[in-house]
């Protein structure tokens, strides 16, 4: 009892002294300049009205714009007032530098949401200095008033709000009741299909593994199995439809609850007794979920480059009911070979829920990205059979580690698909060809779950397959001397489920590539591995650990540990022979690595918690119970500055679309003609890749409308990759939209209207404003659509 009190008292003691910083996050923005604001000068001041979005409103940053003949040393002041006139805060800036950011902090107002704020700079009658405007109507939610005098212009400001505790745990409240809501859906999608599997087995053949092992394999092979379903579903030429699809996962969920209703009839209607990991493990998983989502409530659209492009594969699985041949009609891509397993479950939970395609793919990839926990946790006690392992490994990715939290910033949720499933595959696979590790289940078992996960990684994400094949070849060295016959086996039925796919690969994609093996080479740069990903104290900290981990049980011949060290060794050094391959590279290899990370971390923690409770049974109850503060204590610590990070996972800079954007692509969508071809902003993603900085890049995948610049998919076609760099070179170019150059530009690509997202990059608004050859048709301030007069 009283260990339990001093470690619960620690615990709290960790959480005060983790002091993590503030949440803050941009609110309001107004990004656009192009000239400088009146000179605010004794009684003439210039004021910029806006409004808040979110409560906690702390900042206000303006550009210092300085003349040549400012009076040095001279104020400008900077004031903000609430609607009804009071003074939130003010500041005098003397000594100003040209271009240099002006930010007004003062304590977060905790019901700023929905109020209009005025900000007002003054200076003296000698003053030289003002702050950057744009001449157009940027933001339309306020106004730049000068002289009191209103105008169509508006300053260039960003303002900052911060995430108030009051705030959190309404946005946290929501989300779980969000996530209570959609419960039945993604028990459907994600847990049912696996859980009906394995309640086929017999009692007798039941896992030792417990639920954990359990949960990580239902999830995986809930994963697995629906692009095999889609894959076979085109090979005998039937399409889904919304009515077969919830048809089949209705049934699907129906027969795992009968199922699991009679074992528990057959158990004599007993509860089966829960372990305190378990507990614990789900306590982990509710956390790691809420974060997740709680980390994308300011976002409009999936993030960065790589999210239209998944969007696109999603939308022809829906147009079409099958795994498409092509792209068509969606673009003018012959051969479709990308993988498809974490498009084809958004598409089954968009017909489950009819919620927008878009907000299925942030939802259902964030609460997937919450559930790693339980597929790492899954492979841990596959491995260690060390329970109080697989929760330390699950809390370092649910609440610690950068990755796989921050996959949120590309979209990548088709790579945080795979390593779901990959972590119970490698879990099985050390299973089927381990040394007496096969336990309840005989290791034919094992071979069939083994090939199950390992045909749906085949669909779900080729970089992370390759992963596995280097984690098998450390596990036939450390394993069974026979352990290659049954992963012989195992691979032998994963390619026949999943021939007709490896079939295509092989013609369009294999055969391409061994004539001409040159192709697979790396540009220069594009295989150095990413430092700057692991700069956050904490993630050092867990590597760190996770090294000392790893020499300790190298030293201790622990074998899982030399598994991990095997795969490590030969997946680093195969990806640093030669100039590397696009193919995979040391990057998703990088953000991969959470995987065996967790792992070491989780081994080394519960073997240091056995020496520890060794060591204070041989010493004074005092000194054990100092131990047991000390270490629950940095436990909390840890897990509340982690679970920081987890909610700022998003990096801003990846956000391509806006609320304005999203805006302004419905009304293209309910305004424009189908056969419009926008111009679009676009900037050098990649070598010689193009991609959208902008909403932009969202206009052909939601609107169906052609644009200049689409989606990533088009440098998959040969033919069209040359015509779409070659009109993006030149747009880089463009600066003056009514230059013979620009006419001849437009008129090649078959230009009718032209899109400007809030983010922007070579086209901005004033290029066509104004112009007798563009007509303004929309522009919320931020985003702005114009159409060609008379292309």
């Not at 400088?36 to 409560?55: D, K, M, S, Y």
């Not at 969606?330 to 939970?349: E, K």
């Not at 094949?469 to 992963?487: D, N, P, V, Y």
């Not at 424009?672 to 969202?698: C, H, I, K, M, Y």
């Amino acid at each position: 009892m009283a260990s339990r009190l001093v470690a619960a008292l620690a615990v709290a003691a960790g959480l005060v002294l983790a002091r993590p910083g503030p949440l803050t996050a941009s609110d309001q923005e107004q990004p656009r300049l192009d000239r400088a604001a009146p000179l605010p000068r004794g009684a003439e001041v210039v004021t910029q009205t806006f409004i808040a979005a979110r409560n906690g409103l702390s900042a206000v940053e303006l550009l210092a714009v300085v003349y040549d003949d400012a009076p040095p040393g001279a104020p400008l002041t900077l004031r903000l007032n609430s609607a009804d006139g009071r003074l939130i805060a003010a500041a005098t800036f003397t000594g100003l530098v040209h271009n240099a950011p002006l930010r007004l902090s003062f304590a977060p107002q905790p019901d700023s949401a929905g109020q209009t704020y005025t900000l007002e700079l003054s200076g003296g009658d000698a003053n030289g200095a003002t702050v950057w405007a744009y001449s157009l109507d940027g933001y339309a939610r306020g106004e730049l008033r000068a002289a009191d005098r209103a105008g169509v212009s508006d300053l260039r400001f960003t303002t900052t709000y911060t995430y108030l505790p009051a705030d959190i745990l309404r946005d946290a409240f929501l989300s779980l009741l969000q996530l209570a809501r959609a419960a039945a859906p993604l028990w459907l999608v994600l847990f049912a299909p696996g859980f009906l599997l394995l309640q086929l087995l017999p009692d007798r053949l039941r896992s030792r593994g417990g639920r954990i092992e359990d949960w990580g394999l239902a999830l995986a092979l809930s994963l697995s199995s629906a692009p095999l379903l889609w894959q076979w579903f085109t090979v005998i030429g039937l399409r889904w439809t919304p009515e077969r699809l919830n048809l089949a996962y209705g049934l699907i969920g129906a027969a795992a609850a009968v199922s699991a209703f009679l074992r528990w009839r057959g158990r004599g209607w007993r509860w089966p007794a829960v372990a305190g990991s378990d507990l614990a493990l789900v306590g982990v998983v509710v956390v790691s979920v809420g974060a997740r989502l709680l980390a994308v409530r300011d976002l409009a659209l999936p993030a960065w480059v790589d999210s239209p492009h998944h969007f696109v594969v999603a939308r022809l699985l829906m147009e079409i009911g099958q795994v498409p041949a092509s792209y068509a009609p969606l673009l003018p891509v012959q051969h479709f070979t990308y993988h498809f397993g974490f498009h084809g479950l958004a598409v089954a939970y968009h017909w489950l829920t009819a919620q927008p395609l878009t907000d299925v793919f942030l939802f259902l990839g964030q609460v997937l990205n919450g559930l790693a926990p339980v597929s790492v946790a899954a492979f841990i006690v596959a491995l260690t059979r060390r329970p109080g392992a697989a929760v330390v490994g699950a809390g370092l990715v649910g609440l610690v580690s950068l990755f796989p939290a921050y996959y949120v910033s590309w979209g990548r949720y088709t790579q945080l698909a795979g390593l779901v499933v990959l972590a119970p595959l490698l879990g099985a696979t050390w299973r089927l060809v381990g040394r007496g590790l096969a336990g309840a289940w005989p290791r034919w078992v094992w071979l069939v779950l083994v090939a199950c996960l390992a045909s749906g990684l085949v669909f779900t994400h080729y970089r992370v397959l390759g992963f596995y094949a280097t984690f098998a070849w450390a596990a036939l060295a450390a394993g069974r001397r026979r352990g290659w016959k049954w992963l012989g086996g195992a691979a032998a039925l994963a390619a026949g489920c999943s021939w007709p796919w490896l079939w295509r690969l092989w013609e369009h994609w294999l055969q391409p590539i061994l004539r001409e093996p040159g192709q697979l080479a790396s540009p220069q740069g594009y295989n150095s591995f990413p430092v700057q990903y692991f700069q956050n104290d904490l993630d050092r900290a867990w590597i760190a650990f996770g090294l000392l981990a790893l020499a300790w049980g190298l030293w201790r011949r622990e074998r899982p540990v030399w598994v991990m060290a095997g795969w490590l060794a030969v997946t680093f050094a195969l990806l640093n022979i030669g100039p590397g391959s696009w193919l995979v590279n040391n990057n998703s290899w990088a953000i991969s690595l959470f995987v065996p990370g967790a792992l070491l971390v989780g081994w080394g923690a519960e073997r240091l918690w056995a020496l520890a409770r060794v060591w204070s049974r041989r010493r004074p109850a005092c000194a054990g119970l100092l131990l047991i503060a000390v270490l629950a204590g940095l436990a909390a610590a840890l897990g509340l500055r982690g679970l920081r990070g987890q909610v700022l996972a998003l990096n801003p800079l990846t956000v391509l679309a806006t609320p304005d954007d999203r805006a302004a692509l419905a009304w293209v969508a309910d305004h424009t003609p189908a056969e419009a071809v926008f111009l679009t902003n676009s900037w050098r993603w990649q070598v010689t890749t193009w991609s959208g900085p902008d909403g932009g890049a969202w206009v052909w995948p939601l609107t169906g409308r052609r644009t200049t610049m689409p989606p990533l998919d088009y440098w998959l076609e040969p033919t069209w990759e040359p015509e779409v760099r070659a009109f993006n070179e030149r747009l880089a170019a463009l600066r003056d939209a009514d230059s013979p150059e620009a006419l001849a530009l437009l008129q090649d690509g078959g230009v009718t209207h032209v899109f400007i997202g809030a983010r922007g990059g070579v086209l901005k608004p004033e290029m066509f404003v104004g112009s007798p050859r563009y007509r303004l048709l929309y522009s919320n301030g931020a985003a702005w659509v114009f159409a060609l007069v008379n292309p």
